[in-house]
């Protein structure tokens, strides 16, 4: 099992940044892929951005340019640096990972981007 913990979260103007951050416990030597998703009210849950242990990174077409996944130097961390923020990046940011898809999930950290 592995345990997924984010922070960062917070309230934020229109084109401010902030930095989400995830950390990974457990069987942490399972994970090859991390990413980052979000759930905005009302809407699915989708894939904002991924990372493979190799470095390989994908990125939702909404954020291309204006985010950034990372890990850091300690394999079980993952960041997402998001700068230029719109009021519709407002979601519930969830840190995910596992070892070809993402099997375990962490609590949510909430983003709000106000006009």
């Known amino acids: 099992q592995v345990q997924l913990v984010e922070s960062g979260g917070g309230l934020v103007q229109a084109g401010g940044s902030l930095r989400l951050s995830c950390a990974a416990s457990g069987s942490i030597f399972s994970i090859n892929v991390m990413g980052w998703y979000r759930q905005a009210p009302g809407k699915q849950r989708e894939l904002v951005a991924g990372?493979?242990?190799?470095?390989?990174?994908n990125y939702a077409d909404s954020v291309k340019g204006r985010f950034t996944i990372s890990r850091g130097n300690v394999r079980n961390t993952v960041y997402l640096q998001m700068n230029s923020l719109k009021v519709e990046d407002t979601a519930v940011y969830y840190c995910?990972?596992?070892?070809?898809?993402?099997?375990?999930w962490g609590q949510g950290t909430q983003v709000t981007v106000s006009s």
């Open positions: 990372i493979t242990s190799g470095g390989t990174t």
């Open positions: 995910a990972a596992g070892r070809n898809r993402y099997d375990y």
